[in-house]
C-alpha cells in the first residue's frame, strides 16, 4: 500500500540503472490483489470482534469526539486556555498568565479524582479560586482544603479581590455545567490516536481513488485494533518504563512524560500477506483478479461523495 512513494522509488531507480516496475504496474497489481486482502482481512477481524462482543454480561461504549472533548478544550464553551490567553494581554489581568497552565491542569485532575458525583467535581474545580490567592483551606463538606503538603515553590500569587481573581472564566455558569459531564472512565482520546493514525495512511494532501482509500482506512483500523490498548512497559526488574514527550501544542517548550508502552506488533501485516499470496495463486491473470475486484469493491458501503450530484444553473 505505498503507491504514494512508487513514483519517488521509480526515479531512484532510473538513478541507480536498475530494472523495475511502472508505477501504473504498482497500482494495479494493488489494486487487483492487496485492496482485496485488506477487505477480506477486515471483514474477517470485523466478524470476530462483533462476535466476542454479543452476550448478556458484555457491554459496549460507543464514543464520539465532535463534544466530548479533552479537558479544557470543550468544542462547545470554547478552550480555557484560550479565554484565559485573552485576558492575560490586557494590561490589568496580566498577572493571570503564570497561572495559566496550572488551571487547565486542574480540569484533567478534577477528572480523574472527583467520580461521578457533580457536586464533588464543582467543589474541586473552585477550589483552584483559593489556591491561587494563597488561600488553602476553605469552608466546605466536600474540599475542605487542599491535599497537597507545604508548598516550598514560590508562586506569583495574585491579590483577593483583584480584577484576575475575579475573572468570570473559571466559575462561569456554562463552565460549571460543562465541568459537570467530565469523566475519568470514558474519554475520546483513543479516537484521536485512531484519525492520526488514519492520517498516517492515508495523508489528506494526498489523493486516493475511492477503493484505495477505503483500503487504506481499513489498514489503519487493523493496526489500532491490534495496538491500541497496548500496556505499559517495564524493565526486567518489574519497574514501569517513562518517556519524555514535547506535544505540538506547546511548540516543545515544555516536556510531559508519558508512559512508555510495549513495542506495537504487525501480526496482521502476515495475515494480509498470507491472503495477498493466496489471491494470486487463485486468480493468476490480472484480468480475472480485477473483475473479481470489481465485484468485492460494489458491495462496500458507499462514501458520502458518491451521492447524487445537482447540476447548478447559470
Given at each position: 500500500m505505498f503507491s504514494r512513494n512508487a513514483a519517488r522509488i521509480e526515479r531512484l531507480f532510473d538513478q541507480m540503472k536498475l530494472k523495475g516496475i511502472s508505477e501504473r504496474s504498482v497500482r494495479?497489481?494493488?489494486t487487483a490483489y492487496t485492496s482485496c486482502a485488506v477487505i477480506y482481512e477486515f471483514d474477517s477481524q470485523q466478524v470476530d470482534m462483533l462476535s466476542s462482543l454479543q452476550g448478556p454480561d458484555k457491554q459496549v461504549v460507543l464514543g464520539g469526539d465532535g463534544r466530548c472533548d479533552n479537558p479544557g478544550y470543550s468544542a462547545k464553551y470554547g478552550r480555557i486556555s484560550k479565554k484565559?490567553?485573552?485576558?492575560?494581554?490586557?494590561?490589568?489581568?496580566?498577572?493571570?498568565?503564570?497561572?495559566?497552565?496550572s488551571i487547565v491542569?486542574?480540569?484533567?485532575?478534577?477528572?480523574?479524582?472527583?467520580g461521578e458525583d457533580q457536586n464533588v467535581k464543582i467543589q474541586n474545580w473552585t477550589s483552584i479560586s483559593n489556591h491561587i490567592i494563597n488561600k488553602h483551606v476553605r469552608e466546605s463538606d466536600v474540599f475542605?482544603?487542599?491535599?497537597?503538603?507545604?508548598?516550598e515553590e514560590q508562586r506569583a500569587w495574585l491579590k483577593?479581590?483583584?480584577?484576575?481573581h475575579k475573572l468570570k472564566?473559571?466559575?462561569?455558569?456554562?463552565?460549571?455545567?460543562?465541568?459537570?459531564?467530565?469523566?475519568?472512565v470514558h474519554q475520546t482520546y483513543g479516537l484521536k490516536v485512531y484519525h492520526s493514525l488514519v492520517?498516517?495512511?492515508?495523508?489528506?494532501?494526498?489523493?486516493?481513488?475511492?477503493?484505495?482509500?477505503?483500503a487504506r482506512i481499513y489498514i489503519a483500523a487493523l493496526h489500532y485494533n491490534e495496538n491500541g490498548n497496548r500496556q505499559q512497559a517495564v524493565t526486567k526488574a518489574g519497574i514501569l518504563k517513562w518517556k519524555k514527550s514535547y506535544p505540538k501544542a506547546t511548540k516543545g517548550e515544555q516536556c510531559v512524560v508519558k508512559p512508555q508502552k510495549f513495542q506495537a506488533t504487525y501480526d496482521y501485516v502476515g495475515a494480509l500477506l498470507k491472503r495477498t499470496?493466496?489471491?494470486?495463486?487463485?486468480?493468476?491473470?490480472?484480468?480475472e483478479a480485477l473483475e473479481d475486484f470489481n465485484v468485492v469493491y460494489q458491495r462496500l458501503p458507499p462514501l458520502t461523495a458518491s451521492n447524487p450530484q445537482y447540476v447548478r444553473r447559470n
Open positions: 494495479r497489481l494493488q484565559l490567553e485573552t485576558r492575560a494581554k490586557k494590561k490589568d489581568t496580566g498577572d493571570i498568565r503564570p497561572w495559566i497552565k491542569n486542574h480540569t484533567y485532575w478534577v477528572a480523574a479524582s472527583s475542605p482544603q487542599c491535599i497537597y503538603g507545604e508548598l483577593q479581590g483583584s480584577r484576575s472564566v473559571i466559575e462561569s455558569k456554562f463552565l460549571l455545567n460543562d465541568l459537570e459531564k467530565l469523566s475519568k492520517n498516517q495512511y492515508a495523508p489528506k494532501i494526498t489523493y486516493f481513488f475511492p477503493y484505495a482509500m477505503k499470496f493466496d489471491r494470486r495463486n487463485n486468480l493468476s491473470s490480472i484480468k
